[in-house]
């Protein structure tokens, strides 16, 4: 563990077939392995030939006793890496495969949050303490210290509302790694037969293009299986400046087919010009298909009358990009609406699980924006999105405009 304080790491669970437990000073001047990881922040596997190039490399001695095979992963908390899972073998240097690597990356998310569900625990008892003490201590100026003892339950609301919301996400990680394993396996075998189709009809332009459709729909059904394991912290896809009216379009060229099926119109509405905004394209992608599938999945189940109808808008409002995604559906129950982005929360749903706006919420909240739900009063859904702008880009870039209807027939 890093013990920032005194800048040094520590091994509160040690242990060691040759060596005991050592405190690594001023770790980042070291040359320790386990520090390389904690400031890099991933996963790292070495043989004894690897270390001894690293200690050359960095000038500096490997601690402890050197390793036929080394691997260590970060351990991971909302703002960085906090510690670091080690484990080595003195005498085999086969004993390891990559994928073990994996898995230990996989055991070293549950036990970082385990910690961090922990510390919630330790800071909702501590603010307990702290508030029954100064009850007892405040029998003096009642106005004062009745707004005082309002806002410390506030706190202790907050703290007990992040606890339950972190076991939520503790179930969400574990159910995803279930069954990450066995939608990426058949997925890698179709996009290799994709790509080989791909060759036999390359002179075919149309049919390129919709292989091209395909291929990004698995990349999306990929993306979804890392947002399921990445659904307790945020997302780790680089950011750029996004064209949002190209993610959106992107999007309803995608699903475009499978509404018309279900007799669901898409309608664009999409201001041009925009400005970018500082964001991750696929991850983007990901809200508006899980909104779009949420919106036409409401109308299938509740047998709305007449036409199913979706529409997304996008502005530029008070220095912020606004996409509302609207639905001319039954809309939200009141009761549903402050849980609505709850993991597992799917009270009155028919199909899914109710996942999919807690992962809109989480990649929302990644990218620095926000987002709301609420009832329109001519019917049906509407979710709000606002996103930041991309402050270091080129304020004369192009940016696109699309106004489009995507007919039902």
Known sequence: MHIRERDRIEFPYFAGE???????????????????????????????????????????????????????????????????????????????????????????????????????????????????????????????????????????????????????????????????????????????????????????????????????????????????????RPGSDRKEPVQINRVISGTAALVNVYLRRHRTRLGLDLADPLPPVWGASQELGQVFMNLINNAKEAMACRDTPGNHEIRICSRLENGRILIRVEDNGPGIDPEDIQHIFEPFYSRRKVKGMGIGLSICYTIINDHGGTITAANRPEGGAVFTIELLLAEDVNHGAKTFGIRADFPTA
């Open 18 to 232: 040759i060596d005991e437990d050592f405190p690594i000073e001023n770790f980042r001047e070291s040359g320790s392995l386990t520090a390389r990881v904690l400031m890099e922040g991933q996963p790292l596997m070495l043989t004894a030939d690897q270390i001894w190039a690293y200690g050359k490399s960095v000038n500096r001695e490997i601690i402890g006793t050197p390793s036929e095979l080394w691997l260590g992963v970060p351990l991971k908390a909302k703002d960085g890496p906090f510690g670091v899972l080690v484990t080595q073998s003195y005498h085999d240097p086969r004993a390891f495969k990559p994928e073990d690597l994996e898995m230990l990356s996989s055991v070293a998310d549950q036990i970082a949050l385990a910690i961090e569900r922990k510390a919630a625990h330790t800071a909702l008892a501590d603010s307990h303490n702290e508030l029954e003490k100064r009850v007892i201590e405040r029998t003096r100026g009642w106005e004062e210290a009745n707004r005082l003892l309002y806002d410390e339950m506030d706190e202790r609301l907050a703290l007990q509302e992040k606890l339950a919301r972190t076991q939520r996400l503790a179930a969400a990680g574990k159910l995803a790694a279930s069954v990450a394993h066995e939608i990426n396996s058949p997925l890698q075998g179709i996009i290799s037969l994709l790509y080989t189709a791909r060759k036999e009809v390359a002179g075919n332009a149309r049919l390129q293009r919709k292989l091209n459709l395909i291929e990004e729909g698995f990349g999306r059904i990929r993306h979804t299986v890392r947002n399921l394991l990445d659904l307790n």
